[in-house]
């Protein structure tokens, strides 16, 4: 059983600062970022950085890499150096296809787990052949930055223009066992826009979220924990089937309406998922 990602925080590798600030956070995984946020002048500092910080290691939740694409002038001294060091996972940016996953899956060290960006159009048609990539393949991100420019949306309140996508993403990790990591919220002095959008993020299925501020991490983390009424839910429906009364029947009358036994595994499965986030906070 995979430990809880719910709060997947980006940050510049090349920014000490922020790095030795991340060691102390309660979060499920930090990225250190030698794409994006990182300019080309700074790129081989930042790999440097960011191989030094995995060495020293001290950060609470899982640590990774996302480095630069495999057509770009650092994306193969990015690959040898991660490969050599101790990241858990290695983030692969724009994956448009199968061949791109290949190309990153090719340069991984034996236990790094990969997790692909999906951020370009002709990644979102590609869905279900880049999830069925097996290999190292442990997740799928969606990139929204990237995807609104290339595609052209509008800003929108509730994201109406990504909700085909969200559901889509989603389902294709779903059919290959993959987590489903949700793109970033921009307005980091907006908590109240930044938690209405990660509890879209968990109604569509995700996983967690992509962050880049920690002032994030708390607002997230509760967005994707279980509600005091679903928990209570649950109880209920893992009361009424463990009742005498239920033996031997697939649907039975608790927690105001009819229930059947697909609904016994869902209650389960919220009180694990509440069970696994509290252990992963005492860690």
Known sequence: MRRPCRTVLYLPAANARAVEKARGLDVDAVILDLEDAVTAELKPDARTAAVAAAVAGGFRGRLGVRVNGADTPWGAEDLAAVAAAPFAVVVAPKVSGPADLTRFAEGLAPGQALWAMIETPAALLALPQIAGGGGPLEALMLGTNDLALALGTGPSPDREPFKPWLATLVAAARA???????????????????????????????????????????????????????????????????????AGRGVVRAAGGMIERLHLARAEALLAEARRAADAGAA
């Open 176 to 246: 290959h066992g993959l987590l489903a990591i949700d793109g970033v919220f921009n307005r980091i002095d907006d908590p109240d826009g930044l938690g209405t959008e990660a509890r879209q993020g968990r109604l569509h299925g995700f996983d967690g979220k992509s962050l880049i501020h920690p002032a994030q991490v708390a607002p997230v983390r509760d967005a994707f924990a279980p509600t005091t009424a679903e928990l209570a839910w649950a109880e209920a429906v893992v009361t009424a089937f463990a009742a005498p009364e239920a």
